[in-house]
């Protein structure tokens, strides 16, 4: 029975291969879509768990409390570990750690520049990364040594064994290679491709040594015993920075490693989630696509009603129950399902590393894993039992009287059920043509507001190996003054669009008590404003005319937030020194284009810069200008390669996880409008098999190929234009919660919305016309004779 | 094995009763070959439908091999699908992605016939109606009669008692008509099959024994055939 119900199927299958085609076709789509979303999840979702003790690892946040509310960062004083480790009971572990910044790290020959962590052996306890060499209990102990990843290593060294092999970092520090781990997963929030020891990050930054609690300059993690030691530990902490340094007002925070990642958004102190709504997002995402391509199969297969009602009919009086019967039908819908996996994984497979490109992710199917396939089988089993059971109920109740005396209409007709699925898909579309909208909107509106500088244009070269040297500086400006290729040059203490370099440690007259407020602080050289082309509203840019060794230059929210009448002129106090404000600069925006500007504070300092900033000149080639920078920077630097960025690129890449949303919604709005188009396929073909006669009688009687288009057109339009009116208000509810997390956001307009009921009507229009012609251009005969 | 005592059907369309069979009383019994003749709505179909149980009665008592109808159960139903009814339609109503042979077999699956006695049956079959040569063609690679051949021995590959046919030959050429009615014939009188046929043509009707006269839902006559031939 199940060979010959099998055969049937295929033979089915066969027979109507436009059918089988759409429907296998939407269902592999919509399976891919839902696979690829669910591995991007779960992806996401394993960040930071692939430590062995991941659940009982922390990271400490300072809250800070500005008076009004609390900002919340992952920086802290570098006293905090071992104060962590010494007073608070149950704490295992307790690191410090360096961000990650790229060095350049060399063998004598080749030299790279790639991203360095400085951090501890207890870093190395709770991250328990895998040791393909060397010994993890005495990694990161010595002062001139280093851990390479596997992948650094092999570039390195070859074939060749690294350990106890030398390497120079920055042209400066000689190491031996002590360790060699495997290289990361990228869905590990701390990315590096060497580790340094912590001693030498103090080596290299004297300054840190009386640092004190106020200078938040690194990472602190720790790890508790167990879980239960977790409440007085926490309470314990909370309270560290009061004990240590009583004024700051600052309150530290145990934030748990795996939820680094995924809830990384602070409100008043307290974390409120992150790109975790992203990931649920898509999660709901894949199953909505699922869901949509699982309604498709349906509309197709019931569409196909009229001709399986007499084989039903057939099927009863010959002996067959119901059940048998539904039995035949799922096997049917089974063996769609089975097909259109096998084109998903195709699909899946060929699409994959473009996702990966994408999305910068690490996504694989991994075929070992027996997780993957039990999701897999309750995926095959859910698709097939949603998409086949409609269809087998309906089917399989067609009374086989009515079919077999041949009253046409089959039982009761399902076109009802089927016009609300199409709604149903169809106002999902439409919700997410208009979320991809405002998406690209707002992206768009944040790249067009006003940043307060020129980012056309500029360049950063970074300063490093002999620019570094006294005086190279004030060289390497001459220098590239002199070839015209640039008009100014300035120095810069951090690359413009990186964030950190804050602090509180600024005072100024009629400051109220407990009043600290975080300031991103910058040193700037000469000219600096000028170069990057922002706005002097008060006051002057530092000049080599002026001693300005003693000034400052205030942005406008600082001067705002400090309520200062006259800022220019005003001594203030930073630090231990007092300095003047020179200049009062339009705020410009150096972090998230996204949020609004903090409080600024540039101070005086053409040496020991991080970039030099380049304006090129706008009536150079391009192309020549790099050249002759290339050569200058040479001819200072000999030993490394040059750095140069243009500030465009970087300030792109602030825009990624939005950038990354918009992809995703684009690329599976996409694929969910299409499965529905091949839904509303289905449901045309079907309407114009049940209208064949009303059409070829119409057409007797004089109506036009027009007037049939329009007539079969109608109702579709109105079911598209049905669906758009449910799925309004409900994407305005979705798209004011997303742009609720911004602080500049883009005003809603009606423009998504028409873009949505226009592009789905003019899609589905075309769709049905597909159908609608041919029957509209069919001979009449060919309908009227068979009755 | 037919007792129909009284049998009424109407369809009620706003309020208003339009009967269809009226006060239908009648008795058939094993080994008959009946037709049941009338004009164009008379309720032929209305009645044969009534009696393969695909309709049920509005009023009246029906006895199907002594059990009654009305009080019948779907599983019960089917059982007598399985083993007792065998239905011939006027089109044909062959399962259109099945061969011929699959169309033979299939009442023999839901019959839970063994594989090895399916084949047998169903070469016999095909066989006695000379298209063995045809088993592996799909339906609409055949003629209206071949087609209808191919209907009736489905009908027969069950070994129903009763063979119920609206109106057999249709839609065929009056060669192939004599030809299906030949074989009703000789199968009524070789293996004793009870045969109730709905039919417009007095030279089919002549190949019965009996004739049920339908004239506006009511038996008008119900006359014994001179058995000419
Ligand atoms: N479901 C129904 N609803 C209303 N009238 C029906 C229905 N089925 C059959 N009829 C009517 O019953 C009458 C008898 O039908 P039928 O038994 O098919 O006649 P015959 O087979 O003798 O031509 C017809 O007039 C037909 O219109
Ligand atoms: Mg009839």
Redesign the pocket.
Same mark, same amino acid.
């Given at each position: 029975m199940f060979r010959l119900n099998l055969k049937i199927a295929l033979r089915n299958l066969w027979k109507n291969k436009s059918f089988t085609l759409i429907n296998i076709g939407g269902l592999s789509i919509g399976l891919a879509s839902c696979m690829i979303l669910l591995l991007y999840v779960k992806y996401e979702w394993g960040y930071d768990k692939q430590f062995t003790n991941y659940k009982n690892t922390y990271i400490i946040y300072t809250n800070h409390d500005t008076g009004t509310d609390k900002t919340s960062y992952a920086w802290t004083p570098a006293l905090l570990a071992p104060e962590l480790k010494a007073k608070i009971p149950g704490v295992k572990y307790a690191s410090h750690s360096s961000y990650p910044e790229a060095h350049l790290i060399g063998n004598g020959e080749n030299s790279f520049k790639t991203n360095a962590v400085f951090a501890d052996n207890d870093f190395l306890k709770m991250l328990d990364y895998k040791f393909l060499q060397g010994n993890p209990d005495q990694a990161l102990q010595k002062v001139n040594t280093v851990i390479l990843t596997a992948t650094l290593a092999k570039r390195l060294f070859g074939n060749e064994d690294p350990i106890n092999r030398s390497v120079k970092l920055d042209n400066q520090d000689v190491l031996k290679v002590e360790a060699v781990i495997a290289d990361l997963p990228k869905n590990s929030s701390i990315q590096f491709e060497y580790l340094l020891p912590w001693v030498l990050f103090e080596n290299k930054n004297p300054w840190m040594k009386d640092a004190g609690w106020q200078a938040m300059i690194c990472l602190t993690m720790l790890q508790l015993d167990d879980e239960k030691t977790f409440g007085a530990a926490s309470q314990l902490i909370k309270s560290i920075y009061e004990r240590s340094d009583p004024k700051s007002g600052n309150e530290a925070l145990l934030h748990p490693l795996s939820k680094w990642h995924l809830y990384a958004d602070f409100q008043n102190g307290k974390s409120v989630g992150g790109k975790i709504s992203q990931v649920k997002t898509f999660f709901l995402l894949a199953f909505c696509i699922l869901l949509i391509a699982c309604v498709n199969f349906m509309n197709l297969s019931t569409a196909k009603s009229e001709k399986r009602a007499k084989e039903v009919g057939v099927r009863k009086v010959i002996g067959s129950t119901r059940k048998m019967l539904i039995a035949q039908f799922i096997v049917e819908s089974f063996l769609l399902t089975i097909l259109g996996l096998i084109l998903a994984f195709i699909l899946i497979e060929a699409s994959i590393p473009y996702f990966n490109q994408l999305l910068n992710t690490d996504l694989i199917i991994d075929y070992t894993d027996w997780t993957s396939w039990t999701a897999l089988m309750v995926l095959t089993l859910f698709t097939g039992l949603i998409a086949g059971s409609y269809p087998a109920f309906f089917l399989s109740s067609f009374e086989p009287v009515k079919v077999l005396k041949g009253f046409g209409k089959a039982g009761g007709s399902s076109l009802p059920v089927r016009k609300i699925l199409v709604v149903f898909q169809f106002v999902f579309a439409a919700c997410l043509i208009i979320c991809t909208t405002v998406i690209y909107q707002q992206i768009n509106y944040i790249k067009d507001k006003p940043i307060g500088y020129n980012k056309d244009n500029l360049m950063e070269i970074n300063l490093v190996g002999a620019l570094q040297g006294e005086g190279k500086f004030k060289l390497l400006k001459e220098q590239l003054l002199k070839t015209g290729s640039v008009t100014s040059v300035a120095s810069f203490s951090r690359s413009i669009n990186r964030m950190g370099q804050r602090a509180f440690n600024i005072s100024w007259p009629g400051k109220p008590k407990n009043g600290d407020i975080l300031f991103n602080y910058r040193f700037a050289g000469y000219d600096f404003i000028k170069t990057i082309d922002a706005g002097i509203i008060m006051g002057r840019d530092f000049s080599a005319n002026f001693n300005d060794e003693k000034n400052v230059l205030l942005n406008q929210t600082a001067v705002k937030v400090m309520g200062l009448k006259h800022p220019v002129g005003s001594m203030i106090k930073w630090g231990d020194g007092n300095v003047t404000i020179v200049g009062v600069v339009k705020d410009f925006v150096i972090e998230s284009p996204f949020e609004k500007t903090l409080p600024m504070i540039i101070g005086h300092n053409d040496n020991n810069s991080a970039v030099a900033v380049l304006r090129l000149s706008p009536d150079q080639n391009l192309s020549n200008s790099i050249a002759q920078i290339d050569a200058v920077v040479n001819g200072i630097n000999p030993g490394f390669p040059v750095e140069r960025k243009f500030v465009n690129d970087n300030f792109e890449e602030k825009f990624n996880n939005e950038k990354q949303l918009g992809i995703v919604a684009n690329w599976f709005g996409g694929f969910a409008i299409f499965i529905s188009c091949l839904g509303l396929l289905g449901l045309a073909l079907y309407m114009a098999e049940q209208r064949k006669k009303e059409i070829s009688i119409r057409k007797v009687l004089g109506a036009s190929n027009i007037n049939i288009l329009s007539l079969l057109n109608k109702d579709f339009i109105k079911l598209v234009a049905i669906a758009n009116l449910i799925a309004f208000p409900a994407a305005y509810v979705i798209v004011s919660k997303w742009l609720s997390n911004y602080d500049f956001r883009v005003p809603i307009t009606l423009i998504p919305f028409c873009a949505a009921l226009l592009i789905s009507l003019v899609i589905a229009s075309l769709t049905v016309s597909i159908q609608s012609v041919k029957v509209a251009k069919s001979n009449p005969v060919d309908a009227l004779k068979y009755e | 094995m037919i007792e129909l005592k009284n049998i009424e059907k109407y369809?009620a369309n706003k309020g208003v009763k $339009?009967y269809?069979l009226r006060h239908v009383t009648a008795s058939i019994k094993q080994g008959e070959f009946v037709s049941i003749m #009338?004009p $164009?709505?008379? #309720?032929?179909?209305?009645l044969l439908n009534i009696l393969g149980m695909l309709e049920e009665p509005t009023y009246g008592q029906y006895e199907f091999m002594g059990e009654d109808i009305t009080s019948l159960n779907e599983r019960k139903r089917i059982e007598l699908y399985r083993n007792h009814i065998g239905f011939v339609f006027q089109a044909y109503h062959l399962i259109d992605e099945m061969t011929v042979a699959e169309n033979i077999e299939a009442p023999l699956l839901y019959k839970k016939v063994s594989g090895a006695e399916r084949k047998s049956r169903v070469a016999d079959v095909l066989d006695r109606f000379n298209m063995v040569a045809k088993k592996d063609l799909f339906p609409n690679q055949l003629s209206g009669g071949q087609q209808q051949l191919v209907g009736i021995a489905r009908a027969l590959v069950a070994q129903p008692s009763v063979i119920l046919a609206d109106e057999p030959t249709g839609n065929l050429q009056s060669a192939q008509a004599l030809q299906i009615m030949d074989l009703f014939k000789k199968l009524n009188q070789e293996e004793g099959i009870t045969i109730i046929q709905v039919t417009h043509s007095e030279v089919n009707a002549g190949y019965g024994s009996r004739i049920l006269h339908l004239l506006d839902g009511v038996i008008k006559e119900d006359v014994t055939v001179e058995q000419t031939v």
């Open positions: - | 369809y $339009s269809i #009338g $164009s709505g008379a #309720g032929k179909s209305t």
